[in-house]
């Protein structure tokens, strides 16, 4: 999705056109590179129960389909001249001259970008000779994103995909709030109050991961909720209907891809020391701006422990005192701590 928000700042940027096209049964497209067989269907004439098929194609269940399909893709875009991407395998470029076309593979959904209409018109004439097309135009929505255009740029929300989400929790009617979380809130799992349906914290907050890709402000709270997940609590529900209620006072608020021309990298990090009062990890976050667009976000726990050095001075000089001159120094090294801070 970085990939995808990337690719939209730079077409509001340079006035591209974006247009999506599907594939239809993409899976059957596949050629197997070795040999297949399965069982008759049920209630097919004339099987006597010793005789399988052998496969020429892939089909919807095979472990190889996606593979298959991904590279009788990859193979029909080569041969027009694209270049696979080494950073995102998704991402193929064709540069011609002055001519620039991009195009994002997500399983079925393409899409299509540059600064030539009419060489887009001539490729998406190339794909639908090479495979089952259906043309989409120009983007408007893809994966649950809904994309609207003005001469501002793209914005991105997932207006339809919240309202979803509202409605399953049954909150249509409840009252909205200002924040997705508490002020210093207590979430941490103290083995109190399970929650009896922890099948549904589940879908929830997997729910509320997907919503993050155009809602960055959701990053924390759902990095919280998302710790819970094989044993969560009754007050990691209401937190997460909280979320909800949240969302239902703003259920389409996205982000702006703007149309300005400036597409220089900035990015903006942050650390809250100790945060986590289960593994007493720091919790950072960071945002990665393209312009004034915010292209990636994430909040996350960071990997290593860090102690104060200043704590650990202070213990070690305790150890020392307890074994060199008694229990008796450190009541008084202790209170000058004390009356020193």
């Avoid at 049920?42 to 593979?67: H, T």
């Avoid at 079925?108 to 989409?136: E, H, P, T, V, W």
């Avoid at 399953?168 to 083995?191: F, I, M, Q, S």
Wanted: one cysteine or more; glycine letters at 8%.
């Amino acid at each position: 999705m970085t990939t995808v928000r990337i690719f939209l700042k730079i077409a509001a940027a340079k006035n591209w056109e974006v247009h999506q096209m599907d594939v239809h049964n993409a899976f059957l497209h596949g050629d197997l590179t070795e040999e297949i067989y399965m069982t008759l269907p049920p209630g097919f004439k004339g099987s006597n129960g010793n005789k399988v098929c052998k496969l020429k194609k892939s089909l919807y269940g095979l472990k190889q389909a996606p593979r298959c399909w991904f590279a009788k893709l990859t193979t029909a875009l080569k041969g027009y001249g694209f270049v696979q991407s080494k950073t995102d395998y998704s991402l193929f470029v064709l540069k011609r001259g002055e001519l620039r076309l991009y195009m994002i593979v997500y399983v079925d959904d393409l899409l299509i970008g540059g600064n030539d209409s009419a060489a887009i018109q001539r490729f998406k004439g190339y794909l639908g000779q090479c495979f089952r097309m259906k043309d989409l135009g120009p983007l408007k929505y893809f994966l649950g994103i809904e994309v609207a255009r003005s001469s501002h740029g793209i914005y991105l929300s997932q207006r339809k995909y919240a309202c979803d989400i509202i409605s399953e929790c049954g909150l249509l009617g409840g009252r909205p709030v200002a924040t997705p979380v508490e002020e210093n809130h207590n979430l941490t799992a103290d083995g109190k109050d399970f929650y009896d349906d922890p099948d549904g914290y589940r879908r929830l907050v997997g729910r509320l991961v997907y919503l993050t890709i155009t809602r960055p402000e959701l990053s924390y709270i759902v990095n919280v909720l998302a710790q819970f997940m094989h044993q969560p609590q009754k007050k990691h529900w209401f937190g997460a209907l909280r979320v909800v209620r949240y969302l239902k006072g703003c259920p389409g608020k996205g982000i702006m891809l703007s149309a300005k021309s400036d597409l220089s990298i900035s990015a903006y990090c942050d650390a809250d020391h100790g945060s986590c009062r289960l593994t007493q990890r720091s919790l950072s976050g960071f945002v990665v701006m393209l312009g004034d667009s915010p292209v990636k976000w994430r909040t996350q726990k960071q990997r290593v422990v860090s102690r104060s050095s200043v704590k650990r001075n202070i213990v070690q000089w305790l150890t020392q005192c307890l074994n060199l001159n008694g229990i008796e120094n450190c009541f008084h090294v202790l209170k000058y701590l004390m009356t020193s801070l």
